[in-house]
Each structure stands twice: as C-alpha cells, then as structure tokens.
C-alpha cells in the first residue's frame, strides 16, 4: 500500500477516535427520559427541577412544594396524579382484574400532604376524588430521570425553599420490615418512609443552581406532619434519587 494512502488512513482513523472519545456522554442525567411541565400560567418566577435517578428507582410517588424562609408552605408546583386526585390506575379489582378506584394513600407524602394543610372529610391530609388538586399542579408519575419545567404562581419572596418528598411502596430494610408494626394498615404499602430534600434559595445572590440535598423522613405511616432528621435507618430510599437540582430562572 502507498504510504501516502497508509498516513491518510491513520490520519482518519486518529480524528475518527478523539470525536468518539470527546463525545458528550448521553447519560440519563444530561438526557432525562421524561419532561414534566406544570402551571405554565404561573406569574411568578420560571423553575426547573433536574431529577436524575438513582439504582433504587421504581414507581416513586412525589410532591414538589414552595415553602418561605421561617418554614410555611405557599404551593405546591408539582404531585403525582394518583395522589393529586385520590384515584390509582390499580385501585381495586373487579371482575378478576384491576381497574381504576379510589384508594387513601396517607403515609404516601405525609409531609407534603401536612404542610398544604387542607384536612379531608377522613381525616386524612390528602386530596380527594371530589376535592382533587387543580390539574395544572400534577402529572405523570415519573419512572426514570426527569426535568419539571414550572412556575410559581406569582412573585416570590428573596429567600424561600424549593422541597421534594419522595416515597416508593414496599421497599423494605432490615429496620422497617414488612412484620414491624402489624396492625397498621398504611404502613403495610409504604415501608421506608417518605425522603424529604430542600433546597434553600437566595434570589439576592446571583446564584442560579442549587442542589437539593435530604433532611430528614416523614411519620411512616402519615399521622403526623412532623420532620424526622434521623436517617439512618435508610437505605434503599435514599437511592431512589442521585441527585436533584434545582434552576431558577430570574
């Protein structure tokens, strides 16, 4: 062979692998299989929430909320639609087979569900089929990586919170096991309890991208709104999600 034809083949080559080599990566992180849009309509300031998934991921229920600076909760920007409405695509079963029903979920996103405050005819903090939460505040429940493009409804104040709750049904540990508290119903589909993750925001800064990072669990099976910093007795929930970060767009 020519060596001019030999040095020319080389050349190609050389370029072919530094392009491949240099690449951008098309991890799930930098492509999310899902975008989530809600309250296009909001007037306030435009927020997108980066969720990349973790090894643990499976059918995870979440709310994401707006809190102020002293801890009080202004909206929420995004809940799963099962929650949101009180109606699951598998809530009960008739004729042999599962079809859309009603079905209380409390210790699903306890924390999230407390700090709306809005108390149902059952005692339960969560929407209803009949008192549901507007449509522009929920969606799909995510299964993989997602972006949630969304707005706060009007002006937000220097200083607030962006907070996630996130729980997965049936993950049990050696801690929270599947026979540690017997009679409670609720406990039964929840197991490890519900993560919360925050993320505190400075609009005085010129700051634009924050990371969401966990603080604590909430009531295992939803009969209180309290925060429980312990997290040690985790493990799998805390690897539903890798990481998730928040962009605020002034």
Not at 24 to 37: F, G, V, Y
Not at 185 to 208: F, G, M, N, R, W
Request: hydrophobic content about 35%; charged content about 20%; aromatic content about 12%.
């Amino acid at each position: 062979m020519d060596v001019m034809v030999r040095c020319l083949i080389i050349v190609i080559f050389f370029f072919f692998f530094v392009s491949e080599s240099t690449s951008p990566q098309t991890n799930s992180e930098e492509w999310p299989k899902t975008i989530l849009e809600t309250n296009q309509q909001g007037g306030g300031p435009e927020i997108e929430l980066r969720f990349s998934e973790g090894p643990e991921i499976y059918y995870p229920l979440m709310a994401v909320w707006i809190e102020d600076s002293a801890g009080n909760y202004i909206q929420t920007l995004y809940v799963a639609e099962s929650i949101a409405k009180g109606i699951f695509h598998y809530g009960e079963i008739r004729d042999n087979r599962w079809i859309n029903g009603e079905k209380r979920r409390p210790a699903a996103l306890p924390y999230w569900g407390h700090k709306r405050g809005i108390r149902a005819a059952d005692g339960y903090y969560i929407p209803t089929p009949e008192q549901p939460l507007a449509d522009a505040y929920s969606g799909a429940t995510p299964t993989s990586g997602f972006i949630l493009k969304t707005k706060a409804d009007s002006v937000l104040p220097a200083q607030f919170s962006i907070l996630l709750e996130i729980n997965q049904s049936w993950d049990w540990n050696k801690f929270w096991t599947n026979n540690k508290y017997p009679e409670d119903e609720h406990y039964k589909t929840s197991a490890q309890p519900a993560v919360i993750y925050a993320a505190d925001i400075d609009l005085h800064t010129a700051k634009e991208l924050y990371e969401m990072k966990p603080i604590g669990h909430s009531h295992y099976s939803g009969k209180d709104g309290n925060l429980y910093p312990d997290l040690s007795t985790l493990t799998t929930a805390l690897q539903i999600a890798d990481k998730i970060r928040v962009k605020i767009k002034k």
